[in-house]
């Protein structure tokens, strides 16, 4: 398994379309990858859990894949956050 803690730096937050961008990512790989914000974990291939943790500007999220290609399925996704999902 295979972890990061990555920053939410958008100011809108994981709204609908972030939270589309990362289910639509995380759907590319075959690793299990889980999105964590406190004591909330939800499937990252799932939108509606991904928009249930609520997740704010500055919060902090811990990614996580289990699988074949864990390396690449959380980068991947960080590199979503860091890009702020190209909003701007």
Not at 36 to 59: F, Q, R
Not at 72 to 77: K, L, P, S, T
Request: net charge negative; hydrophobic share 45%.
């Amino acid at each position: 398994m295979v972890t990061k803690t990555v920053i939410i730096k958008n100011r809108a937050g994981l709204h609908a379309r972030p939270a589309a961008l990362i289910v639509k990512k995380a759907n590319e790989f075959d690793s299990d990858i889980y999105l964590e914000l406190e004591d909330m974990k939800v499937n990252g291939k799932s939108i509606m859990g991904i928009i249930t943790l609520g997740a704010n500007y500055k919060a902090e999220i811990t990614i996580s894949a289990d699988g074949e290609d864990e390396n690449q399925a959380v980068d991947a996704i960080a590199n979503l956050f860091e890009n702020r999902f190209e909003e701007e």
